[in-house]
Each structure stands twice: as structure tokens, then as C-alpha cells.
């Protein structure tokens, strides 16, 4: 920052609303340097080429958000509603949201598998009724030291799918691409499963086959990205990064996560937490990342840099905690008790991701109202 500051011949607290490396997906900044230009706040539309699309927040749209946000202009969440209402209205209750902790190692843990195959030992998962009742009513871990675990947890997640049609929601393209991924195992495997043809079919289902869309839904992608702007996320659709952002705009939020309700009696449901506050203040006032609210978390700090990964890599961003995790697990000389902590740290972060879904889908709603 010293060197910018220098050769703009600025002071170092100018930096402080953003410069051109802090615009989303920006690959114009070599140019608009070159002009003499850094800081956000001193861009117009001419050096993002800013494009509005019709019906969505187009990236160029996205980041002049951001120069506005610099400049103050901006303070708020901005949605396109139409967008958003076609979308939800479409949904089939009971929502099912999903989130999968996967692991790729460069040396495979189990007999037979090649390296950097993909491995889904995790899933959790919440609903919302059609009345608006939330749980979290299932979750599934096997880290089995040996054990490819891949077929047997989505047999698992065929159980808690299979007795509705209800929309099942991810965040990005992590889940759909694990489970292609399985799929082709399965049709590659020379030990099948018995249930293989069942198992494909209820793949099928979820990801679509012969011209169906399936069930399953991206809510970040194809629904927060192109709908809807938070300040404070530097333009990303990360879950990670709006979540925080959701429940700083959203009083509804705030009210209902502010208490010691999550996993407590007549609260919403949770397999893995007891009487929990989401929603908890700093010293300024500013609302804290839940996912800092989690104790004991695998602590490793050459991964700290990988919560900083964007949306085009959510896999490494949501999960390379417990890629760590898991391959822990995978040592038959892990002690007992830290097996269980591991386990029960990984039952809990998953949880969060599911339950992050769960609150930005309520920050919508809350848009939608909002505007109506």
C-alpha cells in the first residue's frame, strides 16, 4: 500500500473505500491504472464499460455498485425483485437445502481410486415447510478410515430426498458437480453397488436427464448473483461473504438469530447446537461473521488465505477446512478423543452452511417485501 500510495501520491487512508483490484471480477485494471486512476471512487462508467442488461445485475452493473458504494452513494441492498419473485414463486415445498463437504487428494485414500478423484463423505441438510417452519432434520459424515464413501452417502441422501418433490437448494456449482461426478463413478465401477441404477436415477432427479432441469436449484449463481448487490461483499455472491452482508441489511434476521433460539425447545431445530445465538454484535456495533462464532474450528493456519477465495472457487472457499478434516480422519492412529472433535467440529460447520442458505434465502424474501 506504501508503494500506491507513493506513486499516486496519495495518502494511505485514501485506500481505505477500495481500488481497482477490489472490483469483482474487474480485468480492465492494467488499463485504468495507466490512465492514472486507482481508487474506486475516482472511476466512471466509461473505465468499467458499464453495460446494463434488462431483468439482472450485469457484471459491469456490479461493479459500478461498487465505485458508488465508495463513494457513499450506495448504502444499501439492491435486488431485482421481478427476478427474485418469478424465481421463489417457482420453488416446490418443502425446500430442501444442501451443502456436501468433499475431499480430492493428490494420493487417494482408498483401494483402487485414482488420484485428485472426487470424494463426498459429508452432506447436511435443513428444510422450510410450506408454512414456514425450519429444522435441520438431517446430516450425514463417514470418514471411515479405508472406506470410499461416495456411493454410500448419496444412497443416504436418496433417504432424505426421496419422499417429496421439493425444490433442493445449493449455493453455486459445488454440489451439481459432485454429483456428475459420482454418477460417472458409478457407471465406471466394476464392484457396483446393487442399488447402482437406483442410485443414478435419483442423481437423474436432482441434476436433470433427458431435458429436465431437476430439482436442484443454485441460489447463488443463478438467483443472488444476477439479482441482487450487498455492500460490504466487494461484489461476490460468496456465501461467506453474504451472509454477513444479509444480516447486517436485514432487521428480520437480526430479530430472529439474535436469540438464544437455534436448537433450543420450541426454537428452530438443530442436530448439532444447543440454545445458539447467530447474531452477535462487536464492540462498533457491526454485526459478526457467524462463521467466526464457531469454537475450535480446524485450526491450521496455512488455510486461512482459502476463506478469501471467491465464488469461481467455492469448493476450496466453503470447504477447505474440512478437506483437512477428512484427511485427518483417514489416519487409523488418530487418537479417540480427537477423532470425535474432528467429527463433531465437521457435523457443526456443515450445519452452518446449510443454515447460511437457509438465512439468505429469508434476507430475500425480506427484499421482496420490502420493495412491495
Not at 135 to 155: C, E, K, M, Y
Not at 300 to 323: C, F, S, V
Request: one cysteine or more; a negative charge.
Amino acid at each position: 500500500m506504501t508503494c500506491w500510495s507513493t506513486q499516486f501520491h496519495l495518502p494511505t487512508e485514501a485506500f481505505v473505500h477500495g481500488t481497482v483490484f477490489d472490483l469483482n471480477n474487474f480485468r480492465g485494471a492494467q488499463g485504468v491504472i495507466e490512465s492514472g486512476k486507482i481508487l474506486l471512487q475516482d472511476l466512471d462508467t466509461d473505465d468499467i464499460k458499464f453495460k446494463p442488461e434488462l431483468g439482472k445485475i450485469s457484471q459491469s452493473h456490479r461493479q459500478w455498485l461498487q465505485c458508488e458504494e465508495s463513494r457513499g452513494v450506495v448504502d444499501h441492498p439492491v435486488a431485482i425483485t421481478d427476478t427474485l419473485m418469478t424465481t421463489f414463486a417457482a420453488l416446490t415445498y418443502p425446500l430442501h437445502f444442501i451443502d456436501f463437504e468433499t475431499a480430492t487428494p493428490a494420493l487417494p485414500f482408498h483401494m483402487g481410486r485414482r488420484p485428485y478423484e472426487q470424494i463426498l463423505f459429508q452432506f447436511s441438510h435443513h428444510w422450510i415447510e410450506q408454512a414456514g417452519r425450519i429444522a435441520h432434520v438431517s446430516q450425514h459424515l463417514d470418514s471411515r478410515p479405508g472406506v470410499f464413501p461416495n456411493f454410500i452417502t448419496v444412497r443416504a441422501l436418496s433417504r432424505v430426498l426421496g419422499d417429496d418433490d421439493g425444490s433442493v437448494i445449493h449455493w453455486w456449482t459445488h454440489e451439481r458437480t459432485v454429483l456428475k461426478a459420482v454418477r460417472a463413478q458409478l457407471l465406471a465401477s466394476t464392484d457396483a453397488p446393487v442399488d447402482r441404477d437406483q442410485l443414478i436415477t435419483f442423481i437423474d432427479s436432482l441434476v436433470g436427464a433427458d431435458g429436465s432441469t431437476g430439482r436442484l436449484i443454485d441460489l447463488g449463481q443463478h438467483v443472488t448473483h444476477p439479482s441482487l448487490f450487498l455492500p460490504g461483499t466487494k461484489g461476490s455472491s460468496s456465501i461467506k461473504k453474504v451472509l454477513p452482508a444479509l444480516l447486517t441489511h436485514s432487521r428480520r434476521l437480526q430479530e430472529r438469530y439474535r436469540q438464544p433460539t437455534y436448537g433450543a425447545k420450541g426454537g428452530i431445530h438443530s442436530l448439532n447446537f444447543r440454545d445458539q445465538t447467530w447474531v452477535k454484535f462487536d464492540t462498533e456495533g457491526r454485526v459478526l461473521d457467524p462463521y467466526s462464532l464457531l469454537s475450535g474450528r480446524f485450526n491450521d493456519p496455512a488455510l486461512d488465505a482459502l476463506e478469501d477465495a471467491d465464488e469461481n472457487r467455492p469448493a476450496i472457499a466453503d470447504g477447505g477446512y474440512a478437506m483437512v478434516a477428512y484427511s485427518l480422519l483417514q489416519s487409523e492412529l488418530l487418537p479417540p478423543d480427537d477423532r470425535a472433535e474432528l467429527q463433531k467440529q465437521l457435523l457443526r460447520y456443515c450445519e452452518l452452511d446449510t443454515l447460511a442458505m437457509v438465512m439468505a434465502f429469508e434476507g430475500l424474501q425480506d427484499q421482496i417485501e420490502i420493495a412491495a
